[in-house]
C-alpha cells in the first residue's frame, strides 16, 4: 500500500513562494506519474500540475502556467510544487496523488480519476 505525505503549506503573502514536498513510501514511485491537485472552499478539486513517471513530461493548468514548477526526484522517491508569486486564488489544500505505472498520454494526466493514491493534504494559505 502506498503511502502519500504533503509537506511545506504554510501561510505566505501575495508574491510570495512556497515549495510543497509528498514523500511516497512504495517501492513503486519511479514507475507512477505524480499530480499535485488543490481545492478550496466551496469548489471542487482539481488539477495543479503533473510529472510523468520519469519527469520528462509535464502538464499544467492554465491558472499556474509560469508561476508553479512541478519536478521529482527518483532517488528520494519525492515530488516537489515549487510556487511562485503566489496569489489570493492560489489559498487551498494542496493534494499529492500518485497514478500506478502511468505510461499514456500528458494530457491525461490532469484527470483526477486517473490516480490510484491520495495523499491528506496540506494547507496553502496566501494573505496579507
Known amino acids: 500500500q502506498v503511502q502519500l505525505n504533503e509537506s511545506g503549506g504554510g501561510l505566505v503573502q501575495p508574491g510570495g513562494s512556497l515549495r510543497l514536498s509528498c514523500a511516497h513510501s512504495g517501492r513503486t514511485f519511479s514507475s507512477n506519474a505524480m499530480g499535485w491537485f488543490r481545492q478550496a472552499p466551496g469548489k471542487e478539486r482539481g488539477i495543479v500540475a503533473a510529472?510523468?513517471?520519469?519527469?520528462?513530461?509535464?502538464y499544467y493548468a492554465d491558472s499556474v502556467k509560469g508561476r508553479f514548477t512541478i519536478s521529482r526526484d527518483n532517488a528520494k522517491n519525492t515530488v516537489y510544487l515549487q510556487m511562485n508569486s503566489l496569489k489570493p486564488e492560489d489559498t487551498a489544500i494542496y493534494y499529492c496523488?500518485?497514478?500506478?505505472?502511468?505510461?499514456?498520454?500528458?494530457?491525461?494526466?490532469?484527470?483526477?480519476?486517473?490516480?490510484?493514491?491520495w495523499g491528506q493534504g496540506t494547507q496553502v494559505t496566501v494573505s496579507s
Open positions: 496523488a500518485a497514478a500506478e505505472n502511468y505510461r499514456g498520454n500528458t494530457g491525461y494526466m490532469g484527470l483526477s480519476s486517473l490516480y490510484n493514491y
Open positions: 510529472i510523468s513517471w520519469s519527469g520528462v513530461r509535464t
